[in-house]
């Protein structure tokens, strides 16, 4: 199926629009990530997965007062707890009371009883603690290696990426690529900070699945130049780039389109739980489609323009012939 027959849009052309739109977005996402690393230690919200401490999920049976729960903690002597609604959709009543950070293992214990003492002294006739209380708990510890972890999962995955493409394709290519699937990682993460919403290990999962399905995006792409210069050796590169992207918009964009339209279905039925595991994909499908054509091919242009300065000839390796 070709929703796009005989298009023929000079993408290059809106490079500098491209540009400014990618800048100002990571920009944004940089400078919030600073602002929040200068006052928490952290460049954006982290989740209990993360940071460590106890959360503390709570079903009512009816709507929770906000102003009560947070009376009810302070009289337990449970300081700074920050209490907010987990769940809006109607009929649920659930609040989420996260605790702050703890320096100890064994404080956690001790903090979540608190947490439930507290609601069981002030609401005792409004939840069941066996069944309307859910308790989540990490050590600082395990929070540091999780953190660690995490942040070593997407640099091997990109590096590995690289490696593949060099051998694939050529080294410029890989760079392309990673550079493009970096601009994308970044933005997304700078959407969580600019939104304040907290990374979990859900939302690296699902900015580990964005890695893969960018990458992919870009090499059809890469692909299909490589076809194009094998055929069209005489034309220049950034015609041979253009063709090629708008040669293959149609399978971008139903390959996209309906990927983005099954994962915003996921982030508004989704429920809380799956929230920032969706608003990842919901961000990084449009980031990473956007990337393939305005970030990875360009720089293949910009980098045989860049040789070109300096007085080398570059030839961008073509497919071979098939094999007959």
Do not use: C
Request: hydrophobic share 50%.
């Amino acid at each position: 199926m070709e929703l796009f027959r005989g298009v023929n849009i000079d993408w290059l052309r809106l490079k500098w629009a491209f540009l400014g739109f990618s800048l100002l977005f990571s920009v944004a996402g940089v400078i919030k990530m600073a602002v929040l690393f200068s006052t928490t230690g952290h460049p954006v919200p982290l989740g209990v997965d993360f940071r460590g401490g106890t959360e503390v999920q709570v079903q009512f049976q009816q709507a929770p007062d906000i102003t009560a729960i947070r009376q009810a903690m302070d009289a337990a002597g449970i300081r700074d707890a920050k209490i907010q609604p987990y769940n809006t959709t109607a009929g649920a009543n659930e609040v989420l009371i996260s605790l702050p950070e703890e320096l100890n293992e064994g404080a956690l214990d001790a903090g979540r009883q608190q947490v439930v003492s507290a609601l069981q002294a002030h609401y005792n006739n409004q939840f069941d603690p066996k069944s309307g209380v859910k308790v989540d708990s990490v050590g600082p510890t395990v929070g540091k290696q999780l953190e660690k972890q995490a942040g070593m999962a997407i640099l091997f995955s990109l590096l590995g990426m690289l490696i593949y493409l060099w051998f694939r394709f050529q080294l410029i290519y890989g760079i392309a690529a990673v550079v493009a699937v970096f601009h994308d990682t970044l933005i997304t993460v700078g959407f969580f900070a600019l939104t304040g919403q907290e990374i979990s290990l859900t939302v690296i999962a699902a900015i580990l699945t964005l890695v893969g399905y960018s990458m992919n995006d870009t090499i059809v792409v890469f692909d299909r130049i490589r076809e194009n210069l094998r055929v069209s050796r005489r034309e220049s590169l950034p015609d041979v780039v253009n063709r090629s992207i708008n040669q293959t918009l149609s399978r971008t964009v139903l390959t996209s389109g309906l990927t983005f339209l099954t994962v915003l279905s996921l982030y508004i039925f989704g429920g809380q739980v799956l929230h920032g595991f969706s608003f990842a994909l919901v961000v990084g499908i449009l980031i990473g489609t956007y990337s393939s054509i305005a970030v990875a091919a360009p720089m293949l242009v910009a980098w045989q323009n860049w040789r070109a300065s300096k007085g080398k000839v570059v030839v961008l390796p073509a497919a071979k012939r098939p094999r007959v």
